[in-house]
């Protein structure tokens, strides 16, 4: 069965200060991986997409990487915001049918 | 602002009522789809529309019943609700309903019935 675990369920950090979120999954075959990020009352927006051959992607202050042999992703967010404090989905897809496969989130808080 | 609108942002139903769910995208997209979150769970997928017609129904209660008039709007219509679902519903499109693509969703519409 694809899974896709998301650890840690919540965090809670200073501003200023780095997380790292990670995403495990035994989704296969493998496609692609997104991080999305859910502010509150909103929907998911696609912050960053990993293909196979990538390793390390960068979007502003947010870094995904993936290693495709371990089945594992992370998302580290450098000099946290206030702004940043959101639900973190982790989504991967499959070569194999439609389906993707969501992860239930982390819960980022930022405070002052 | 993602292009995709839902409207109403907040209901409240009994479970004999009937009420409808909008989505609206303006980004030109082939594919929507409706999907459910609640707390502590994964974005369950509920339908996909491919072109309008509807490819995929996640094994979803007969008491929600999906529309798809044109490839820019979507419905989902509820009747006879039961508690448990009660959850935030959120619409989503992309360019063309292939797996994997990116899915631009709407704000949800938070739904609690009572």
């Known amino acids: 069965k694809n899974q896709v675990e998301q650890s840690p369920q919540s965090l809670i950090i200073l501003e200023g200060k780095n997380c790292t979120l990670q995403?495990?999954?035994?989704?296969?075959?493998?496609?692609?991986l997104r991080w999305y990020k859910q502010d509150t009352g909103r929907g998911p927006v696609s912050l960053t997409i990993?293909?196979?051959?990538?390793n390390t992607k960068s979007n502003g202050r947010y870094t995904a990487t993936l290693d495709a042999d371990t089945k594992q992703s992370s998302l580290h967010i450098t000099a946290s915001q206030l702004s940043d404090s959101a639900s973190y989905i982790c989504?991967?897809?499959?070569?194999?049918?439609?389906?993707?496969?969501f992860g239930k989130g982390t819960s980022l808080l930022v405070t002052p | 602002e993602t292009g995709v609108t839902q409207t109403p942002r907040h209901l409240v139903m009994g479970m004999t009522n009937k009420k409808s769910l909008k989505c609206e995208q303006h980004?030109?997209?082939?594919?929507m789809y409706w999907y459910k979150q609640s707390a502590k769970k994964p974005l369950e997928l509920m339908f996909v529309?491919?072109?309008?017609?509807?490819?995929e129904n996640n094994s979803v209660p007969s008491r929600f019943s999906p529309e798809c008039p044109n490839s820019s709007h979507l419905f989902l219509h509820l009747h006879t609700l039961q508690p448990e679902d009660s959850a935030l519903y959120l619409c989503?499109?992309?360019?063309?309903?292939?797996?994997?693509?990116?899915?631009?969703f709407g704000s949800g519409t938070q739904l609690s019935v009572l």
């Open positions: 980004l030109g997209h082939n594919a």
């Open positions: 989503a499109s992309s360019q063309d309903g292939t797996g994997g693509e990116k899915l631009f």
């Open positions: 989504v991967v897809s499959s070569n194999s049918g439609y389906a993707l496969n």
């Open positions: 990993m293909t196979f051959s990538e």
């Open positions: 529309y491919n072109f309008k017609e509807q490819t």
């Open positions: 995403c495990n999954y035994t989704v296969s075959p493998f496609s692609n």
